[in-house]
Each structure stands twice: as structure tokens, then as C-alpha cells.
């Protein structure tokens, strides 16, 4: 490149005027690139022929390509070393011919040693990573196109320290004609991030059980307050919302459900005689054996004390009835070698759609009443326009 200066004289030219030696006079400067000199020859005798009525003219002209090359230079180099990541350039061989300040510090080698020996990845880094490095070098190489990996490994001047992890950029060095010369590279040291990501994920980790386990102790928690603790039975809390569905599907479809009372005869006067200790016995055995007996669509619960309540679905009156006896034959069947037998009464009522679950469960009752007022021991059912029976 080549600058050039005419000194004018006894002429205003441009914005700037020159006082010296009692003349008028005005520097114009041009730059010429890639001009041969007939050509530069050329270009400067039309810029006299534009100010011919000059009195003088001088030219000079100076080569500052150099000069532009040292600035350029300069400045790619400035750039590059205040870039916050590691900035390197590799030939066909993987060997480095370029690093910038980051790379100096992290290889703890100087920029100019480069020219003194060949440098690669295997005079810094463990010999796996190295050979990691060398086979995405060669992909770059081969298919001229870029890769972003990661890469984790050790610096040999480190020995003894942890791992460091490396998220890298490598794209490939063309020559003028395209052709793939070398390999460049971006690489950032990410081991902090790594490692906040691993405790974030540890931290994911113990949030997730513990909210697993407060899911799986709210379960239990809600189990154990639908859950009589002496039977393992459901309490009375759960059968309500299983008659309310019921009495909904009931009224829908017009299918049949029963409700079913029973307690166990004379409990009272058995609990005195041997004791509230054999009165719990007495209690989860009859729970057992009834829930053993009934299907698996049906439900029971106790309800309290000596009353247990059956939900039969899919039940007309008359199964209902069939059910009542056949609990009562699998409560008799209980033996108790020192307290023998015991019986139960059951009372029950077959829901038609009209009514809610209370009225349902009183009218049951009523048959239970029934049944302790024919001897005990006995099944009734109970018999109203409203709920039917009979």
C-alpha cells in the first residue's frame, strides 16, 4: 500500500489552509492498494490535472504496508489475548502455532517457544484426552467442517488435581484456494459450572425423594385416617364418599346397592367377663373373616365399637339377605377355645335412587333395631315406600 502527498502551493484547496513562507498552500493525501507504478503514475497525473492551475506541485510517496500489517497484527493480537477463553490455531499435524494469552497462562509456556520446537496436545494433557483431542482434529481435517464437544481430562503440569471440563469449538484453517490447513480453536473451562450442575442435580435428587417420601407419608397418613388401627378395616370416614359414588352410578343406571349393619351380640356383657383385651380378639377376628368372605367390589368398614357396615354393589334385597346369613354363618364358625362362640345381627336396606346416605344408613340401623328386638342372632330388612325392602 502505498500513501501519497501533494503539497500545493499559492491555492485553497479543501478545509485546511497552510500559512508558511508567505504562501497559500494545502496537503492532499490519497492511498493506492495493489497499484503497479504506470498505474500509480497515472492516478497521480489526473489529481495534478484537477488542480492545474497551481503555481507548485510536490508529490511524495511512502509504503505503509508494512507499517499496516504491524497494526493489523497488533490489533488481532490484543484482541485475542483479552478474549476471556483459550484461543489457539493448529497445523495439518495437530502441532500449535498459535495461542493467545489464556493458552500461555494455562500451558504456562510463553507464545514464542512455538517456533522453537513442536507443541501438542500430548505436552499438556493426559494421553486419553490428548488422543480425544487428536481424533477431532482429524475429523476437522478430513471433513473441513466444525465441531463443538466437550471434553474433560488433566493437565500434566497438574498432577495430583481434579479433572478439569472443557467445552470446545474447532473449525477448520483454509488456505486462499479452500483447502483445510489446520484446525482453529475456542475452548472454555467450564469444571465450575460442571460442578454446580452435579449439585444442582444432587440437590433435584434429594428433593425429589423427599418429596416422594412426603408423598408416600401423606398416603400413609391418609390411609391411617381412613383405617381403624384394631382391624386394618376402613373407618366410618371412608364409607361415606364409597355410598355417595355408589348412590350416583345407582341413580344413573338404575342399579341395584345394599347397605348392610351388624354387630356382634351381647359384646358388652362379653367384654366384661373377659376383658377389653379379649373384646379387641373377638373384634379383628369376626373383621377378618367377614372381609375374607364378602367380593372384593364390595366394601366394609367398622364403624364403631361392635358395628361393622358392609357396602354391597351390584345388590338387590334379596342378595342382600343371602349376604347377611352368609356373614352370619362365618361369624359362628369363629371358635375361641376359652371364651367360645359368638353371633351377630344384621340389619339392612336396599337404596332405589331417592334419599341421601344418611337416610340410607338410618333405615339399616332400623332393621338392626329390628333384628336385637326378635332374639338377636338374625337378619331383617328393612321395608319402606321410600328406599324399598320388604
Known amino acids: 500500500m502505498l500513501l501519497v502527498v501533494l503539497s500545493l502551493s499559492g491555492f485553497f484547496f479543501g478545509a485546511h489552509r497552510c500559512n508558511k513562507t508567505g504562501l497559500n498552500g494545502v496537503c492532499l493525501m490519497d492511498e493506492f492498494e495493489n497499484k503497479s507504478k504506470q498505474e500509480l503514475a497515472e492516478e497521480i497525473r489526473h489529481l495534478l490535472e484537477k488542480v492545474s492551475i497551481l503555481k507548485g506541485t510536490c508529490a511524495h510517496a511512502y509504503d505503509i504496508s508494512k507499517r499496516a500489517l504491524i ?64 481424533e477431532k482434529d482429524r475429523f476437522v481435517l478430513d471433513t473441513g467442517e466444525s465441531i463443538e464437544f466437550e471434553e474433560v481430562g488433566q493437565l500434566l503440569m497438574a498432577k495430583g488435581a481434579e479433572e478439569r471440563h472443557y467445552l470446545l469449538l474447532a473449525f477448520p484453517l483454509k488456505d486462499v484456494e479452500g483447502n483445510t490447513v489446520g484446525v482453529c480453536g475456542f475452548s472454555h473451562d467450564i469444571t465450575r459450572f460442571k460442578q454446580v450442575e452435579k449439585e444442582l442435580q444432587l440437590m433435584n435428587k434429594k428433593l425429589r425423594l423427599s418429596q ?3 408423598e408416600k407419608k401423606n398416603e400413609e397418613l391418609c390411609r391411617l385416617s381412613l383405617t381403624d388401627s384394631l382391624t386394618g378395616l376402613l373407618n366410618r370416614r371412608a364409607i361415606e364418599p364409597l355410598a355417595e359414588r355408589a348412590m350416583a352410578r345407582s341413580r344413573r343406571s338404575g342399579y341395584s346397592v345394599s347397605l348392610l349393619i351388624f354387630d356382634i351380640d351381647y359384646f358388652k356383657q362379653f367384654n366384661d367377663q373377659y376383658g377389653h383385651v379379649a373384646g379387641d380378639r373377638v373384634l379383628a377376628a369376626a373383621a377378618k373373616e367377614v372381609g375374607n368372605s364378602i367380593r372384593i367390589t364390595d366394601s366394609i368398614v367398622r364403624w364403631g365399637g361392635e358395628e361393622f357396615v358392609v357396602l354391597a354393589t351390584d345388590t338387590d334385597l334379596v342378595q342382600a339377605v343371602q349376604l347377611a346369613n352368609k356373614i352370619r354363618q362365618v361369624v359362628a364358625a369363629i371358635s375361641f377355645e376359652d371364651m367360645g362362640g359368638i353371633t351377630v ?46
Do not use: H
Open 212 to 214: 416422594e417420601e412426603l
Open 71 to 134: 497494526v493489523s497484527e497488533e490489533l488481532i493480537n490484543y484482541y485475542y489475548d483479552n478474549i476471556p477463553a483459550y484461543v489457539y490455531i493448529k497445523d495439518s499435524q495437530s502441532n500449535y502455532f498459535f495461542v493467545n494469552k489464556s493458552c500461555e497462562r494455562l500451558f504456562a509456556m510463553n507464545r514464542e517457544d512455538l517456533s522453537k520446537r513442536e507443541y501438542n496436545d500430548f505436552d499438556f494433557f493426559d494421553v486419553k484426552m490428548a488422543e480425544r483431542l487428536r
Open 345 to 390: 345381627s344384621v340389619g339392612l336396606a336396599q337404596y332405589n335412587g331417592k334419599g341421601d346416605f344418611r337416610q340410607w344408613l338410618k333405615c339399616a340401623d332400623r332393621a338392626l333395631y329390628q333384628a336385637k328386638g326378635r332374639g338377636r342372632n338374625c337378619t331383617v330388612a328393612y321395608s319402606d315406600p321410600l328406599l324399598g325392602g320388604g
